[in-house]
C-alpha cells in the first residue's frame, strides 16, 4: 500500500496554514526562495506532515492535530518522535519511531493495548495545536 506524501505548514505570522506544498516546494512556498530559513523564519513556520491516516470522518490527519480517542472520549495531540508498539504488532518491538498518540503508534490495524485501539477509525479531528490548544486542558 503507497502512503501519500503531503504536508502543511503553519505561518504563525499569519495565522493559517498553507496546504499548497509537495516535497520539492517546501522551501520555495515557505521563504519564495531554494535559500535555507533564516531564525526568524524558522520560529514563523512550522513544517507537519500527513499521517497517511484518515479519521472516522474520512479528514486527514496530520501531525500537529488534536484527536479525540472515542473509546475514551480525550484529546490528545498528533506527534512524531519516539513511540512504542509491542512485539506482537509485527512493528520493531517496543520502541518505534513514527507519528503517535500519547507515545503510542498510530497504525490502521486493531490494537489492545494502550490508547485503547489507536486505529484512525476510532478517532475524530477537532482541531489543532495552534488554533485550539485549549482543547489539550480538558
Known sequence: MKREIKFRVW????????YDIVAGNILSVI????????????????LQQYTGLK???GVEIYEG????????????????GNCYASADDNYCGTECFGYHI???IMGSRERNWGKGALISENMEVIGNIFENS???EK
Open 11 to 18: 505561518d504563525a505570522t499569519e495565522k493559517e496554514y498553507n
Open 31 to 46: 521563504h519564495g526562495s531554494g535559500d535555507p530559513l533564516s531564525e526568524e523564519e524558522e520560529e514563523q513556520f512550522t
Open 55 to 57: 479519521d472516522k470522518n
Open 65 to 80: 492535530d488534536i484527536v479525540n480517542i472515542l473509546k475514551e472520549n480525550k484529546c490528545y495531540p498528533v506527534n512524531f
Open 102 to 104: 500519547d507515545g503510542e
Open 134 to 136: 485549549e482543547l489539550l
